[in-house]
């Protein structure tokens, strides 16, 4: 359009030249149509396109030699603009072979659209080199892209494979880990509770605690023990997995006191909530064991953005980084078990003092919004 406006008519814009350029117009939004459907056009709308595109160049054609004389034949810049158009439509979304038949039509149609322009005008048609290498150099990319699909469709599957096999790997990996650091919680912590019984019959709470963790185990995942449905649904501090950690400590005989605002937990999503109660059962279970302390506290506070649960200890302390390799209690019913859900834990210790644990989590997304 630009170069029929400036370049196309030595007489400058007159009723011809706007009459030219109306032409243009069903092509050109029968062609915007077309690149906004690239990935889902139809054949009918392609066809539309080529007729209404043989027409337009035809009337073209036809103006432009009526309003300039001195163009004697079709070997022109400003004809050649509108068979490139007509010849581009075999790249608008199309596969290699479909592409390269509906290139050769549109093409074919908009030189026969020219001939019959110049047979009408009496000028004298000539094949324009650049259509000709317009149309050329679009068959070649087409005809490359048919090649080398297959070689890049085979690579891109092989990467994707390897994204989801990597993925996969991850997945595994965090299940073994929660699995191994269920097993370790359960376990050695209902060993501990037996060894520490009364001889003689185990206890109907002990007895549902081990059935509870024993079912548990085989579904992958930790339940709440039976007797704690019973406690008042109202406050979800009794339905919490630290709830129930510090239940189970309490009937190992370890004396702990809660301090803090219980209630936060609500604000804490199930898995967090889940991680921070097998976390602290494990800390508790620690204290029992190795401390050799009779009393632990856990103090829960809050700030805006998250909450924080230390366990505190006045037992024989430790080193922590003295701390075997192979003891997986801190590191990985602790540590790894809290960093999974976006926490942080930090462990003060020193032999004779006790031992304090810090694990500060994030509040659930709604929360903290």
């Known amino acids: 359009m630009v170069n029929v406006l400036f370049s196309g008519f030595s ?24 690149a906004m459907l690239a990935r889902g056009r139809t054949v009918g709308l392609t066809i539309a396109y080529l007729v209404a595109g043989t027409l337009c160049t035809y009337c073209y054609v036809v103006a432009i030699f009526v309003g300039t004389p001195s163009y004697r034949d079709t070997n022109l810049f400003v004809v050649a603009l509108p068979v490139v158009a007509m010849t581009l439509v075999g790249g608008t979304g199309t596969g290699a072979l ?14 026969a659209a020219v001939l019959l322009a110049a047979v009408t005008t009496g000028r004298t048609f000539t094949t324009d080199a650049m259509t000709l290498g317009a149309y050329l150099l679009l068959v070649g990319v087409l005809t ?25 790997v ?24 037996i060894s520490r019984a009364e001889p003689g019959p185990v206890s109907d709470r002990l007895r549902e605690r081990i059935g509870s963790d024993l079912e548990a185990l085989g579904r992958g995942l930790v339940t709440e023990s039976p007797d704690v449905a019973a406690e008042p649904i109202d406050d979800p501090w009794y339905g919490s997995d630290l709830h129930r950690a510090v239940e189970d400590a309490r009937d190992e005989g370890l004396a702990v006191d809660v ?11 199930e898995a967090t909530l889940r991680a921070v109660g097998l976390a602290v059962r494990q800390c508790l279970v620690n204290v029992i064991r190795h401390s050799g302390s009779a009393t632990a506290e856990v103090a829960l506070s809050t700030c805006d953005d998250s909450l924080s649960v230390m366990v ?16 997986l209690g801190l590191r990985q019913s602790v540590h790894d078990r809290i960093s999974r859900v976006g926490g942080t834990v930090t462990v003060y210790s020193s032999p004779d003092v006790g031992t304090t644990v810090i694990m500060v989590v994030p509040w659930a997304a709604e929360e903290a919004a």
């Not at 505190?312 to 003891?327: K, N, S």
């Open 144 to 168: 490359f892209d048919g090649l080398t699909r297959g070689s890049r469709g085979r690579t891109q599957s092989a990467i994707h494979r390897a994204v989801r096999d990597v993925r996969l």
């Open 259 to 269: 301090s803090g605002d219980r209630a936060a937990v609500g604000r804490l999503d």
């Open 170 to 193: 991850e997945l595994r990996r965090a299940m073994y880990a929660d699995l191994a650091a269920d097993t370790h919680d359960t376990v050695l912590s209902d060993l501990l509770a």
């Open 312 to 327: 505190v200890d006045g037992g024989r302390g430790f080193a922590p980084d003295a701390t075997g390799a192979d003891r």
């Open 98 to 111: 479909a592409g390269i038949l509906w290139a050769s039509l549109g093409f074919a149609l908009a030189e």
């Open 11 to 34: 007489r400058g814009v007159d009723g011809l030249a706007l009459l030219t350029l109306s032409m243009l117009l069903p092509m050109v939004a029968l062609l915007a149509i077309l």
